[in-house]
């Protein structure tokens, strides 16, 4: 099992700035892919950026890609997941989701269905 803790969300204006943390825990050395998601109110949840947990390769939606960073340190037993998040604008406001998944391969990893583990969100607000 892989536990999941996400943290950094907030209230920002449009054009600001924020960083989400995720701490996966447990039997993280099953962790290949984890990832940012997110679910906007009456939307399906969708993937925003993931990374292989030797941070060999990321990967962006394209809403956005240039503006959002993610980043993984598994140097201890802990890895911690984060996405820096810059110029967010209104459409960026939903529930943010930490995910991780054991499989190998992944042919699609922003595809939410693919992952087993779920952090319980942490919200984000963007005003304009």
């Known amino acids: 099992q892989v536990q999941l803790a996400e943290s950094g969300g907030g209230a920002v204006q449009a054009g600001g700035s924020l960083r989400l943390s995720c701490t996966a825990s447990?039997?993280?050395?099953?962790?290949?892919?984890m990832g940012w998601f997110r679910q906007a109110p009456g939307k399906k949840r969708e993937g925003v950026a993931i990374?292989?947990?030797?941070?060999?390769?990321?990967?962006?939606a394209a809403a956005v890609k240039g503006r959002f960073t993610i980043s993984v340190d598994n140097r201890a037993s802990n890895v911690y997941l984060q996405l820096q998040m810059d110029n967010l604008n209104p459409e960026d406001a939903a529930l943010y989701y930490c995910?991780?998944?054991?499989?190998?391969?992944?042919?699609?990893?922003?595809?939410?269905?693919?992952?087993?583990?779920w952090g319980r969100g942490t919200p984000v607000t963007v005003s304009s």
């Open positions: 447990g039997d993280t050395y099953r962790a290949k892919y």
């Open positions: 995910a991780a998944a054991t499989d190998q391969y992944i042919p699609r990893p922003l595809n939410p269905g693919n992952y087993a583990y």
């Open positions: 990374i292989y947990t030797d941070g060999t390769r990321s990967e962006y």
